[in-house]
């Protein structure tokens, strides 16, 4: 391809590391993708006849000498930063949540400054904002209300300073929640599809949260559009299905079981409690993605669960 990159993609191995992956290499860009493990990086999938090429890139994220010899090596273009640690609420770890979140993210800039890549592409998180009772905008107040959104806001400050101040090429995209192929228990869909199709219970917190729910694929979209479109460089983009398309936990799950063809009381609501502070509306006013990165999400929330519960159950990954 006349337009084909080289873009480096930290946590690779991940689940939407996977899908981003994927997308690039059929559009025909050289991935250079980075893990700490081999083994994660074997499992990122490579579409039959894709035009792109796929470089392992095994590395700790967290050391500064292996990031600055990465760059020096290899003719990286731009980077799609998508490794993160605590993610998943049972990872509480707060020496790794900040490590990776956010010293890990300022010495992987740093070193991509001094490399002079084209554009920077942070993905950061909606927990970054302080919750309000409406869809957030971009101009909403900073301020998490858990370490995992905390140590998001910290890497952000340090690379938006870098943009200001020193002429850093970054975008930052903030996802409110994701779902779709590729995921794996514990997290909720994958686990809610695979206990109704068994015929187990399962247990949750009273359900009550309303969550934006957003296909991977369309995330993926918006990711690639803001790597690639001029307009994007210095802004900030809330991405998510926005209000159209949230729903509460429990209506999603109810939806999940549905899909799996099991029956609705396997799934027991307030027989455990949450792990960290969630806001009670997590849902994103997408209306900013939509204008500058001519972005829309394509896929409702039934069908996103069922070209999920294809992908669980053999079909072929699409």
């Not at 590391?17 to 997308?23: D, F, I, L, S």
């Not at 998490?144 to 943009?163: C, H, M, V």
């Not at 999603?252 to 099991?262: D, L, Q």
Request: hydrophobic share 45%; proline share 5%; aromatic share 8%.
């Amino acid at each position: 391809m006349a337009d084909s990159k080289a873009i480096l993609v930290t946590g690779a191995g991940g689940f939407l590391g996977k899908r981003v992956c994927r997308r690039l290499l059929a559009d025909g860009h050289t991935v250079h993708a980075l893990e700490f493990r081999e083994d994660a990086i074997r499992s990122i999938p490579i579409p039959e006849g894709a035009p792109g090429t796929l470089v392992p890139q095994i590395l700790d994220l967290t050391n500064a000498t292996s990031l600055d010899n990465l760059f020096e090596a290899a003719p990286i273009q731009s980077v799609i930063h998508l490794a993160a640690y605590g993610v998943r609420a049972d990872r509480l770890e707060v020496d790794k949540m900040l490590n990776v979140n956010a010293t890990a993210t300022a010495m992987l800039a740093h070193a991509a400054k001094k490399a002079g890549i084209e554009r920077f592409l942070l993905i950061g998180s909606g927990s970054e904002y302080l919750p309000v009772a409406r869809p957030t905008t971009e101009s909403d107040v900073m301020g998490a209300i858990n370490l995992y959104g905390a140590s998001k806001i910290s890497a952000w400050y340090t690379l938006d300073y870098l943009r200001r101040m020193e002429s850093f090429p970054l975008v930052t995209l903030r996802p409110f929640g994701f779902y779709g192929i590729g995921e794996v228990v514990p997290r909720l869909v994958p686990y809610v599809l695979e206990q109704a199709k068994a015929g187990q219970t399962m247990e949750f917190t009273e359900g009550t949260q309303i969550r934006d729910w957003l296909f991977v694929d369309d995330l993926v979209d918006a990711i690639v559009r803001a790597l690639l479109m001029p307009q994007a460089l210095g802004e900030v983009f809330n991405i998510g299905y926005g209000p159209s398309g949230a729903c509460t936990v429990r209506e999603a799950v109810e939806t999940a079981v549905r899909v799996a063809g099991g029956d609705l009381s396997l799934a027991k609501f307030g027989a455990i409690v949450r792990e960290r502070a969630e806001p009670p509306y997590f849902v994103c006013d997408p209306s900013k993605a939509m204008t500058l990165l001519k972005w829309r999400p394509k896929t409702g929330l039934r069908e996103g669960l069922e070209l999920t519960a294809e992908s669980l159950w053999g079909a072929k990954d699409s």
